[in-house]
């Protein structure tokens, strides 16, 4: 079973989700969190967008 890498607190408090974020938004926010913290995957839903938009991840 993976692990979870530790929540990077510092990067969350720099970079807040936009409230009411569009899909553009969201898929730029969680690229950006998979490069700096390690506590939550990508939503599938969100996954799936990306893939149709053939947005790597």
Do not use: F, S, V
Not at 13 to 40: D, F, S, V
């Amino acid at each position: 079973m993976a692990t979870k890498q530790k929540l990077n607190t510092d990067w969350h408090k720099q970079n807040r989700m936009p409230e009411k974020a569009t899909l553009e938004q969201c898929i730029a926010w969680h690229l950006e969190h998979r490069k700096y913290c390690g506590c939550r995957d990508i939503p599938e839903k969100l996954k799936t967008e990306m893939k149709k938009r053939n947005i790597k991840y």
